[in-house]
Nanobody, 121 residues
Framework: QVQLVESGGGLVQPGGSLRLSCAAS????????MGWYRQAPGKERELVAS???????NYADSVKGRFTISRDGRKNTVYLQLNSLKPEDTAVYFC???????????????WGQGTLVTVSS
């Protein structure tokens, strides 16, 4: 009922920047929150950043001051600007959305397919 399409991953040198996008579509009545998680090889998936419908944001300590999450409500799209990238930021980044779907007005949490970010010289 909900589709999340991510884009923007790739290979970047340390200190470089990337911008990830995630567009949500489907039978969405409203979006409660969207966010980005990441999973590095051999590690558990972790929260990177999230944004609630009203605007409050939350960041992992490891990315504060370097990453910025934003959202375009009209497009149901969330963005993650990644600056000053480090090799330890290398991971698959997953979009997450918590929505109310129509016509049932049912709560649903969904994930994107993931986009790979590789930070290497």
């Amino acid at each position: 009922q909900v589709q999340l399409v991510e884009s923007g991953g790739g290979l970047v040198q340390p200190g470089g920047s990337l911008r990830l996008s995630c567009a949500a579509s489907g039978n969405i009545f409203s979006i409660n929150a969207m966010g980005w998680y990441r999973q590095a090889p051999g590690k558990e998936r972790e929260l990177v950043a999230s944004i609630i419908s009203g605007g409050p944001t939350n960041y992992a300590d490891s990315v504060k001051g370097r990453f910025t999450i934003s959202r375009d409500g009209r497009k149901n799209t969330v963005y993650l600007q990644l600056n000053s990238l480090k090799p330890e930021d290398t991971a698959v980044y997953f979009c997450n959305a918590r929505v109310i779907v129509a016509p049932e007005f049912r709560y649903l949490e969904d994930w994107g397919q993931g986009t790979l970010v590789t930070v290497s010289s």
